[in-house]
């Protein structure tokens, strides 16, 4: 599956932005999707996931609240809200697939990355 990540741009902190990022296949349904995030000269790091059937959401502990993870099957696309920007969110993010399912937080669950998309924070 190929993946395209979108929606990211240059912020105030405090705004919300919400990331998209579309796959190319109608087995979209069949894949858990992940949201990881890569800060400069820091390693890339687990956002959220969510499962092949949306019943399941993760997060990173430090973002529970701020993030939203959702998937819209008719369009094959899985969404990234994030609320109350921080310029600490600044970073590089990608979507990931996977047909895993455990280890959902763990990036070497997934198979299939996207290209990146760049959020910028300014404070």
């Known amino acids: 599956v190929q993946l395209q990540a979108s929606g990211g741009r240059l912020v105030q902190a405090g705004s919300s932005l919400r990331l998209s990022c579309a796959a190319s296949?109608?087995?979209?349904?069949?894949?858990?999707m992940g949201w990881f995030r890569q800060a400069p000269g820091k390693e890339r790091e687990f956002v959220a996931a969510?499962?092949?059937?949306?019943?399941?959401?993760y997060y990173v502990d430090s973002e529970k609240g701020r993030f939203t993870i959702s998937r819209d099957y008719a369009k094959n696309t899985v969404y990234l809200q994030m609320d109350s920007l921080k310029a600490a969110d600044t970073a590089v993010y990608y979507c990931a697939a996977t047909v895993a399912a455990q280890r959902l937080r763990d990036r070497d669950a997934y198979d299939h990355w996207g290209q990146g998309t760049v959020v910028t924070v300014s404070s």
């Open positions: 296949e109608r087995t979209f349904g069949r894949y858990a």
């Open positions: 969510i499962t092949w059937s949306g019943g399941r959401t």
